[in-house]
């Protein structure tokens, strides 16, 4: 197990550059292996779900390197190798393999990705549109088998925008003959990259970023490449880590389009920033004014910083609450902010109360996933003392450099491996 280990009170002051974001580049690597004999994506973040994914191209036999955050992708050799669940289970985004390899070989094989605890239900919209693309779907305990004689573009209705769902489609209907509209798609700016990669690659798509993505079909692929966008969460996440210990401290590298709904709830609480072309810069307040959030589709607030923001809000003079509208059971990080000291109530799974202002202490907490990691190490940093954050894996595969990039900007923090 990883520890991540905080003495906080310290100010953050100086710049954080902000890498390439990891929603995205979960999707890019898998897209890669469409190219005929290689593919090149920049700005490749350097953290376990990328390290995951590389390891499951080379069981399809791609030849790999990664240098200077650039990833080269040799596809030539590439077998349509089944990916076994030790693997496809790390990451749920690993079934992008899905759409890719259903588009590349008409043929896909692996097991169920992110585990059987979740079922299938949660990817129905994934596989639904599969099959209206043309394809069979067969399962068996653990294994997951999609075919087809040959995909035809169609239109897909999604019930809900989803990101997963958007994109696997779209990646699949690049190989449809006809034209295929999805319609309630999701418009992340992340989805936009992925179809100017695809684009690149040879695909015809228009509309990403829109409610309808027009995807005419049949490509001829050919190499090409991407430079991933800057992660809008973990630059989110940065920011908020500055409305708490801020002095001046600068998030470099942003694309301040992405992120009006984290500026709107920052001006909302009245908080202390600046923002130039790429960057922004915030020092803390002592408090904040209250504010409520309600997490939804993209361009709403996002759920992957529902939990960070709840940290900040501890900060708040009276009550503040979050609303969760995407996933059903995201309060991971609440018991372990109550147990340093924050005062959130949970009015039913969806709705938190943070009442404020509480001042954070020094405990040991554990990350039980990606986001609510983030929040305890904003809390962290903000409480005077050592705190330690066990299962710390959970974060690192989502924020690159994290104790580098934060020791570069004053916090006391290092990564501990223990057995
Ligand atoms: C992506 C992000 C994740 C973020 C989420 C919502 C990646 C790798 N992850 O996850 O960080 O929290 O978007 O912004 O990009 N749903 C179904 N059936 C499906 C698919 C989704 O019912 O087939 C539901 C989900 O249960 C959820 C909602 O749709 O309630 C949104 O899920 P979705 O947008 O698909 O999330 P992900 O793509 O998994």
């Known amino acids: 197990m990883k520890q991540i280990i905080i003495e906080g009170g310290t100010p953050l002051t100086g710049k954080i550059p902000i890498s390439g974001a990891k929603n995205s580049v979960v999707a890019l690597i898998p897209i890669a292996l469409l190219a005929p004999s290689h593919a090149l994506i920049e700005n490749v973040p350097n953290i376990s779900d990328t390290a995951s994914l590389l390891e499951m191209l080379k069981i399809l036999n791609c030849h790999i390197t990664y240098e200077n955050e650039t990833l080269n992708i040799d596809t030539t050799e590439v077998k349509n190798t089944f990916i076994p669940g030790e693997l496809s289970k790390r990451l749920r985004a690993s079934y ?66 989803s990101v997963g769902a958007t994109i696997n489609l779209m990646i699949a209907a690049t190989a449809a003959i006809g034209i295929t509209h999805i319609n309630n798609a999701a418009k992340e700016p992340e989805i936009i990259n992925i179809a100017e990669f695809l684009n690149n690659l040879g695909a015809n798509i228009t509309g990403a970023g829109t409610d309808t993505i027009t995807i005419n079909g049949k490509t001829t692929y050919q190499n ?103 996933w059903e059971n995201r309060l991971g990080h609440v018991p372990y902010l109550v147990k340093m000291n ?78």
Do not use: W
């Not at 940065?238 to 708490?244: K, N, R």
């Not at 404020?356 to 005077?384: H, M, Q, Y």
């Open 96 to 161: 992008y393999l899905m759409g890719t390899l259903l588009a590349k070989y008409n043929y896909v094989e692996m097991s169920i990705p992110g585990g059987c605890n979740i079922g299938l239900r949660p990817i129905d919209l994934h596989l639904d549109g599969f099959k209206s693309l043309g394809a069979t779907i067969t399962t068996t305990d653990d294994k997951i088998t999609i075919k087809t004689d040959g995909l035809v573009g169609t239109d897909i209705n999604l019930r809900v925008p």
């Open 342 to 419: 924050a005062n959130i109530s949970v009015e039913n799974k969806e709705k938190i109360s943070v009442h404020g202002p509480t001042i954070f202490l020094n405990k040991e907490v554990e990350a039980s996933d990606l986001r609510a990691g983030a929040s305890l190490v904003i809390a962290a940093l903000a409480a005077k003392g050592i705190t330690t954050i066990n299962a710390a894996e959970h974060i690192l595969r989502g924020y690159e450099n994290i104790v580098e990039k934060l020791s570069g900007v004053g916090a006391k923090i290092k990564v501990n491996e223990i057995e």
């Open 224 to 326: 090409g490449k991407i430079s991933v966008i800057p992660d809008r969460i973990e630059a989110g996440t940065y920011i908020l880590a500055g409305a708490l210990m801020g002095n001046n401290l600068t998030i470099s590298g942003i694309k301040k389009e992405n992120l009006t709904s984290l500026f709107h709830a920052l001006d909302e609480m009245q908080a202390n920033y600046t923002l130039n072309d790429d960057s922004l810069t915030i020092t803390k307040k002592e408090t904040y004014n209250p504010i409520n959030v309600t997490t939804t589709f993209y361009p709403g607030f996002p759920t992957d910083l529902a939990q960070p923001l709840a940290s900040v809000l501890t900060r708040c003079n009276g009550t503040s609450t979050i609303t969760e509208t995407i």
